[in-house]
C-alpha cells in the first residue's frame, strides 16, 4: 500500500497536462507523413496566381 501512495504523490497536475498533450499531438504527428502530399497540393493551388 505504501508504493501507492508514492505513486500518487507523483502525479501532478503538469505531469497530467504533459501527458494529455503527448496523446493529443501523437495522431497527428503520426498521420501527417502519409497526408504531405496533400497539403503540398493544396499550398501550390493556393498559391498559384491567375
Known sequence: MDSFKNVTNMVTP???????TVVTAMPIVLLYP???KYFVTGLTIGGVKE
Not at 14 to 20: D, F, L, N, P, Y
Open 34 to 36: 502519409f497526408l504531405q
Open 14 to 20: 503538469v505531469s497530467i497536462r504533459a501527458a494529455i
